[in-house]
């Protein structure tokens, strides 16, 4: 049984749960708003290993008839029901000690989960994660963090003399727009004093999102104007336009290995792929929205995740 853990009306997860309907694999839902009436209860057993149930208004699952779970859970300190309660508020407390346990049953527990709390963790510094995607084969764009303003203006000139341009964005897993450094940003640049931020020489080529299933790989190119596709039609009036393609085994290759060296076994690869050819990656997100690319391109990676954490090879 495969064990989905989210919100069930966001994106993802409702395809998810669409996939698993689709294909008939028995699975069951915990929707993490209910986390104030929920139950964990998890025991180590010496010759068993892990037992536990997560119980809540939905039923109560046993942990030891779980197979595999899909990981979409939101940080509890913002959910509705909380947000806005002091630190110290009994609710609050209780939600997070509920959350840790969870995050400590995913972290150990001996099956397949896309993917684990502490896996995840590698995005939440783009310098880490960076070595990792270089020992893997990947080029990375020339990289400056910093919160010098002078270091900067140096870099940018750097890359301004051999025609190229620069883009910003946040050293850490807090989600940001990238943006091209301009004349406006040079007026305000004195605020990365209290900011290190990620500078990189912006690569030319056109922009390949990956998503990693297992040992599977589905790829798609996005032609857009804007510095940051996600956000096209803010930065260039027109919507980016998505199409699924097929990569070349070598770069699969190195996804798929990207992917087991961040023990990561559901992640969207974010590649640029230059005019000669050479295959630049800049992060590896470990929780992605993969539906945005699914629902404009018809590949079907909830089905792919779902028969995946089920068993399939």
Request: some cysteine; overall charge neutral; charged content about 25%.
């Amino acid at each position: 049984m495969i064990l989905i853990l989210g919100i069930p009306d966001e994106a993802p997860v409702a395809r998810a749960i669409a996939a698993a309907e689709a294909d008939g694999i028995d699975h069951i839902v915990f929707d993490q708003r209910d986390h104030l009436a929920a139950n964990l209860m998890l025991t180590l057993d010496p010759i068993a290993g892990w037992r536990g149930t997560l119980s809540h208004p939905k039923g109560t699952v046993d942990l030891a008839s779980v197979s595999g779970v899909y990981v979409r859970l939101m940080d509890e300190r913002f959910l509705p029901d909380i947000v806005d309660l002091p630190a110290d508020a009994p609710k609050r407390l209780r939600s997070a000690r509920f959350h840790a346990l969870l995050h400590d049953w995913l972290n150990v527990a001996p099956i397949r989960i896309a993917s684990r709390p502490r896996s995840m963790l590698s995005n939440m510094s783009k310098t880490y994660q960076a070595r990792i995607i270089r020992h893997c084969g990947f080029a990375i764009p020339e990289t400056l963090v910093t919160n010098d303003p002078d270091a900067v203006l140096a870099f940018v000139a750097k890359c301004a003399a051999d025609g190229d341009d620069v883009v910003y964005k946040s050293v850490s897993g807090t989600r940001s727009i990238v943006q091209t450094f301009g004349p406006a940003d040079q007026d305000r640049l004195s605020r990365i004093r209290w900011c290190p931020t990620q500078f990189q020489r912006k690569v030319r080529g056109h922009d390949v999102r990956v998503h990693v299933v297992g040992r599977q790989t589905f790829a798609t190119a996005i032609r857009s104007d804007a510095t940051d596709y996600r956000y096209a039609r803010r930065q260039s009036a027109d919507d980016a336009k998505l199409t699924a393609i097929e990569l070349p085994l070598a770069t699969r290759a190195t996804c798929i290995a990207l992917s087991g060296a961040l023990d990561l076994p559901f992640t969207g690869i974010d590649l640029r792929i230059s005019p000669s050819g050479e295959v630049f990656c800049f992060e590896a997100n470990p929780c992605p929205a993969y539906s945005y690319y699914e629902s404009q391109t018809g590949v079907p990676i909830a089905t792919a995740l779902m028969r995946w954490l089920a068993g399939e090879k």
